[in-house]
Each structure stands twice: as C-alpha cells, then as structure tokens.
C-alpha cells in the first residue's frame, strides 16, 4: 500500500519513519520526499496489508504524521490510448505492459511514482494523480 505522509515542521526534525519502522518491524520504502523547515510530505511503500497497514498507520499518526492511504497513482484513458506501447518500456519497474492482443496493462503495486509514462505517452492518455 502507498501512502502520503504529511509532516508539520515539529516533526521535520525527529526520526519520524525510523521510530515507525523500528515500532513495527515492517519495512518502509521511500519512493518520493519533499521536505522544508516548515512541512514535509513524503510517499511510501508499506509491503503489509490489513492489520498490520493499521498498525503502520498508527504508529505514524502517534508520531505526529498525518496519513493519506494513495488508492491510485496514474489514470490511463483507455478512450485516447492508442496501444502504442511508448509507455511500456520506459517504465523502470515494468508497471505498465502490453498484453498479447497489444492492449496496455497497469499494475499500481508496482507503480512507484516516477512519471516516466506521463511524459512518454504521445497522446496524453495517461494522467498522473
């Protein structure tokens, strides 16, 4: 699951992810991070699901973070989407494949943020979130 973590200047400067990973034992994969003296916001990959993503997200919010579960990272419009397949090989993690009959395929848990298919799509069918 990914989630947008929301930081407030208090907790910009204590090891908010480290207590976090430490509290629960689950590892935590940084895939964006964008962080002032004032705020922060961060994305993470959190490899667990039901329970144990509650007790993630508690940990965190009893850290002082606000928690956003992220349900969709891009949007493909399949209206516009031409199979061409210039999404496909850019994408580092292989989130976004073509099928046999050349239909693309998207795959969120494997998605991590990058936006390369945005930017390589010619007719602007996909839409980053």
């Known amino acids: 699951m990914k989630l947008r973590l929301l930081y407030t200047h208090k907790e ?20 964006e991070a964008q962080m002032t003296p004032e705020s922060g916001q961060m994305i993470v990959d959190v490899p667990v699901d039901n329970r144990r993503l509650k ?17 969709s990272t891009i949007t493909i419009d399949f209206d516009k989407c031409m199979s061409c ?13 073509q099928k046999t009959d ?5 795959d969120e848990k494997k998605c991590i943020r990058c936006k390369v298919c945005v930017d390589a799509c010619p007719v602007g069918a996909i839409a980053f979130l």
């Open 12 to 31: 910009t400067s204590r090891p908010v992810l480290a207590t976090t990973i430490m509290k629960t034992g689950v590892p935590i994969n940084i895939l």
């Open 85 to 97: 397949g210039a999404c496909v090989s850019p994408c580092p993690v292989s989130a976004i494949t």
């Open 102 to 106: 050349w239909d693309i395929e998207y």
């Open 55 to 71: 007790e993630v997200v508690s940990a965190f919010e009893t850290e002082g973070v606000r928690v956003q579960e992220i349900v």
